[in-house]
């Protein structure tokens, strides 16, 4: 019996590979904090539970498999309060933003093609490429220049004949980037000239700490065809396990072919969409309180790193991710240590070693990403952990 080489080509979960090593850490009595996992621990809005415990319909049944007509509704008019028209038929209702983005790769790639993302990214970008027979071609950016991708000369030497598109985060995971308008613009007219789609992965888009608007790549009128946008309820309502994702094209062709997988499977979760609906309908005083919220431990976090001798990184400017170089040898390593032999008052911290969000070997080896979704008091102690756990991984041997 044989394997699929598209299998063998994806990678395990860098935020996930170390469960093994917390369980038996667990096990021991140590307490870990958890920041290798973008999992948040604000409060799901009431409305979300609400609409289930409303539902009365006497059958469970099938939805639509474009997704249900309120949902979508939901959504058009969420886009329609930042000032980007939609119709219900440029709007998909998917299983989550990840079954987002592998119809989407499906629909969008063959074998020996190739798209442009900016690296360090989502490691499960891999996953999706791969398994529809592509391959991500890098945009290198270091935490020297703050994590920089913005910059149409290389982004250009990257295309060739196989570059079907370039996706990026936006704002940034594990960076915590965020583009300008003009970033943004730039990006567009890279696309528009080269023919290419242009995804832009927003599920963070309510997560910006400098006050400006939100944005979108759906907002420029002149790459219709080109712009594909995919979006979550998960991060911006603390729903992460309601599994209810978006994407959103004007690209008529693009929608047909992506329709062919939506009903594949069928339709997305009926009560999972009847209480997602009803998120949209949230006070938008809610996302006041969380951004100040996520604000707070941006800041804690960053000025704990940059206190620590050694530590490269640059402040985050949305999302609730800092990515840092941090001085280890191999953050995988540190982090099995800091499970396996290390301890402080019987407690420990976890993070995401960062080899796993570079497509290009050997970088990020000293690399991590910090999720910061603990609560204030807890975040604190666990950056210091990790800044006693630092001092001591680099002593053992003195």
Known sequence: MKISRKAQLCNLSPMRKFHPYSVAAKQRGIRIYHLNIGQPDIPTPPAYFEAIRNFDQPVLAYEASPGMPEMIEAVRKYYGRIGISYSPNDILITTGGSEALQMLMLCILDEGSEIIVPEPFYPNYNTFVRSAGGAIRPLTTTPEEGYHYADRAKIEALINENTRAIMFTNPGNPTGAVLTHDEMRMLADVAREHGLFIIGDEVYREFIYADEPLASIGEFDDIADNAVIIDSVS????????????????????????????????????????????????????????????????DTCYNKLISIPGVVCAEPKGAFYIMAKLPVDSADAFQQWMLTDFEDNGETVMFAPGEGFYATPGMGVNEVRIAYVLQQADLERAMDLLAIGIERYNNRNN
């Open 235 to 298: 991060k911006r309502f603390s729903a992460c396990g309601a599994r209810i994702g978006t994407i959103i094209t004007r690209n008529k062709e693009l929608q047909q072919q992506l329709l062919k997988f939506c009903q594949a499977r069928l339709s997305v979760a009926t009560l999972d969409q009847v209480a997602s609906a009803a998120l949209y309908g949230v006070d938008p005083d809610y996302f006041d309180v969380v951004r100040d919220e996520y604000r707070l431990r941006r």
